[in-house]
């Protein structure tokens, strides 16, 4: 069993930045895949960027590149996603996913992904 837990959300003006972090309290994120997702109210979930075990391989969904950067520490514990340029239309409640992959793949659906947080809220208005 992993837990994960949520971090760093806020409220922020627009252009401004938050560094979210995601701590497996029980478990290393070794040979997981890690990723975040998010849901703003009356929208479908949507997976922003992932990233392998070995942190080598990452994936981001098209509206997110160049603004958001996920990363993970040396230890493989925590996984985090930097976000800049922050808009009015990024408010959502954030979450981070992982799964345990038999390869380094940064590409896993989002159905597989096996252990959830709670979430953090992101709000950015003016």
């Known amino acids: 069993q992993v837990h994960l837990v949520e971090s760093g959300g806020g409220s922020v003006q627009p252009g401004g930045s938050l560094r979210l972090s995601c701590v497996a309290s029980?478990?290393?994120?070794?040979?997981?895949?890690t990723a975040w997702f998010r849901q703003a109210p009356g929208k479908d979930r949507e997976i922003l960027a992932a990233?392998?075990?070995?942190?080598?391989?990452?994936f981001y969904k098209d509206s997110v590149k160049g603004r958001f950067t996920i990363s993970r520490d040396s230890n493989k514990n925590k996984v985090y996603l930097q976000l800049n340029g922050l808009q009015p239309e990024d408010t959502a409640i954030y979450y981070c996913?992982?799964?345990?992959?038999?390869?380094?793949?940064?590409?896993?659906?989002?159905?597989?992904?096996?252990?959830w947080g709670q979430g953090t809220q992101v709000t950015v208005s003016s």
């Open positions: 029980e478990r290393t994120f070794g040979q997981y895949t």
């Open positions: 996913a992982t799964v345990e992959v038999p390869t380094d793949s940064e590409y896993v659906p989002t159905v597989d992904y096996e252990f």
């Open positions: 990233v392998s075990w070995t942190g080598v391989n990452t």
